[in-house]
Nanobody, 119 residues
Framework: QVQLVESGGGLVQAGGSLRLSCAAS????????MGWFRQAPGKEREFVAS????????NYADSVKGRFTISRDNAKNTVYLEMNSLKPEDTAVYYC????????????WGQGTQVTVSS
């Protein structure tokens, strides 16, 4: 179904900021939830943040609350993750994902973008 492409990753110093983008193929997402996940070296993939496409309801992992902000641009079919006050432990490959309305399963994934935070 939908194609997701992440961008915006890179190298940043601790305390710095970075904005990730997730561009989706053209379609409506009114009933979908978009999410960001990350996987650090040697660790399992973990949930970071999510946003409902229609009303913009957000959820965040405790580890990023107050530092990361998820948002979306409906006209561009794009989801963003603004990351502030970055820490070395935020270093990971970040993935964008979609969950269809009424589903408990994330059914579409992007290829990932690397975020590296140096101390």
């Amino acid at each position: 179904q939908v194609q997701l492409v992440e961008s915006g990753g890179g190298l940043v110093q601790a305390g710095g900021s970075l904005r990730l983008s997730c561009a989706a193929s053209g379609r409506t997402f009114s009933s979908a939830t978009m999410g960001w996940f990350r996987q650090a070296p040697g660790k399992e993939r973990e949930f970071v943040a999510s946003i409902s496409w229609s009303v913009g309801r957000t959820n965040y992992a405790d580890s990023v609350k107050g530092r990361f902000t998820i948002s979306r641009d409906n006209a561009k079919n794009t989801v963003y993750l603004e990351m502030n006050s970055l820490k070395p432990e935020d270093t990971a490959v970040y993935y964008c994902a979609k969950r269809s309305g009424g589903s408990t399963r994330w059914d579409s994934w992007g290829q990932g973008t690397q975020v590296t935070v140096s101390s």
